[in-house]
Each structure stands twice: as C-alpha cells, then as structure tokens.
C-alpha cells in the first residue's frame, strides 16, 4: 500500500506560480480525484507528482521515501495522459506489451496481464491493430490499459475520459472504479467534470488558480461546500444564489425576497452583504408556496425535469420529478424549507447554521 505525501509544494514556469505552498496527503488506496476549472494547475500537479515537471520547493514522497528529484521511472507510478502517447508503428498488442517487455516480465505473466488489460478495457477485438486504425476512443482505452498492465502502486490519470463519447465515458467510468476496487492501488485521477469527480472519488479535493479550496468526501463537498466557489463547482444544475444583505429585524433582504435569518446569523450586523444558496433539488413549485416568479425555460430529461425561474432580477432553477406541468411565461410560486439554504459572506466563506 502507497501514500503520497505532499508538503509545502511549489511549481513556478518562469516568473508565473503555478502551484504555491500546496499541502495534500493521498492516503494508501484511495481513489482521489482532483477537481477544478481548466487551467487551475491540475495537470501540472499530477505531471509533478510523475516526475515530468522540475519542483521549484517543497517535497513529494511516495510511500515513504522522498521522490521529489527522482527520476520518473524510479517512482512507481503508471500515468495516462490526456492526449494518448501510443507507439504509432505498434499493434495494441504491442503498445499493451511494452511496459511489461521493459520490466522483463515472463512471458507467461505478459500475456496474462494484456489479455485482462484488453478484456477489461474491450480491446481484445483490435489487438491487432496499430493506433492510426482506431477512433480516439478506443486509442484512449488502449492508453489506459497501457497504464494499468503494469499494476503500479500508485496511478495518475489524467482526464481520461474526456475524449469518449458519452455512452463509453459512462462505461469505462464504471470499469475504472470497479478496477480500483479490484487492485486496491492509489490512484490520483484529474478532471474539470464534477460528475466524474462525485461518482469515482473516495475524496475530491477541489482546486481554483493553483490553490486546494476543500477536500472532502463527495458528500461532504456537496453538503458542506467551504466557500462559494467550491458551492458552484459541484453540483448540476449549479447552486442557486441570491445575493442580499441583514435587514433590520434579523431579516435577509434581497431584490427577490425577504426572509428571516437563521437564528445564529440573526446578530449579525446590518446591512452586511451575504449571500443564500440553495440546490436546484431543493427548490419547489406549487401553488402554496412563499415567492412569485416567472417561469423562463422548462427542460425535460425524462424521469425529471429542470424549471429556470425568474424573479425580481434573480434566475432560480427548480429540479423537479417527472415531466413539466409549467409553461414558459407562466406565473409560478416557489419555496424551499430554511434547514436545505447555505450561507456566505461577502468573501464567498460559508457560515455554518447548525451543521
Ligand atoms: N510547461 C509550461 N510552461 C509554462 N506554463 C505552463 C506550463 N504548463 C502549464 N502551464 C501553465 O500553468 C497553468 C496550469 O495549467 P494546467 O496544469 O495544464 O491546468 P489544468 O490541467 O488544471 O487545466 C496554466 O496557466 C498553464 O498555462
Ligand atoms: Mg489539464
């Protein structure tokens, strides 16, 4: 079993600080998911931890011992890269094999190894082929495969599924949990895709311009998001914010509604500007309920649907079951119960209400 061990890391590309101080601790076995908008320094992270990136300070070890200047080969790790890096002029078979051939495996156990690798990642029909004779899908698979044949203690990936069409990206998101599950290795896996980051992870850390904003659970950056931005980034449709401010009285008032605070933020002083969140699910609209608006879109998905309201200037969306019983344009009411909103400041930090 393989930690990986993180402190106080900094990555610099000349003067731009890519990575600053960042702490993180992968635990032996996890599946750790790297979640963050394009550009925030997810790939670098996980290029650094391989060895294909110069560390300007801190350390990295893996298991215990201190790899932060050893050389890629040395660290025991198997990476899949975004885009593929297959050998052109090998067949699957080959590409599949070589790892193993540079590791002097016998032959018996190579072979084993590439028919579980293809079986798994449904290769075995194209084995045969070379690269240029698949779609980028199936090259894709044949990276990750590459990748696993080697049965690393410790495996980066890289958005690998990001090049799949929809139905393969579902698959093989399943095959790669259940193949965490099945070998127990470490894996740091990247993506920009919350869906991908809540159903593979065991934790996510959440990063924005190079910094970790949370690390959690699914569940825990879903519920207890830290601030804002962390609020925004998990969950779809995203979180619903109304921004407003204490009203006298211990009342939040906002161009959309007034609403009584919840009682610890009642003290607070007045005119502070913060901000209510509310998911998507969370929202109902019924005739009973406490706010009037106007229904903007309606989106069916088959077993639910999504309403986008409008209200005072606000856009709220409501996930509802079943098929749409709103029209565009018609005038609805909404509502949602105090225990489901989350609080911010005016910095974007979460201010607990009982939790
Ligand atoms: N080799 C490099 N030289 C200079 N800047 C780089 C290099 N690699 C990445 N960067 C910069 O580092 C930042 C983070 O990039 P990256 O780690 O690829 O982000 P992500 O994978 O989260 O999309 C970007 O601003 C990018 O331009
Ligand atoms: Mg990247």
Redesign the pocket.
Known sequence: MTRVHIQDLSIR??T?D?IKGLDLDVHSGEFLVLL??????????LHTIAGL?PVSGGSIHIGEQDMTRAEPSQRGVGMVFQSYALYPTMTVKENLAFPLKMAKTPKAELEKRVAAAADMLQLTPLLERRPGQLSGGQRQRVAIGRAVVREAKVLLL?EPLSNLDAKLRTDLRRELKLLHSRLGNTMIY?T?DQVEAMTLATRIVV?HQ?VIQQIGTPAEVYEKPKNLRVAGFVGSPAINRIEGQVGEGGVFASPAFSLPLPAVLAARPQGEVLTLAIRPENVRVGPSEAYEAEVQLVEPLGNQHVVWLSCSGSTVSAVLPGQPEVQESAKVRFGFDAEKTMWFDAVGDRLPIGD
């Not at 963050?36 to 320094?41: L, T």
Request: charged share 10%; net charge neutral.
């Open positions: 590309f000349g731009h890519v963050g908008p394009s550009g925030c320094g997810k790939s670098t992270l990136n890289d990247v920009h990063m190079g």
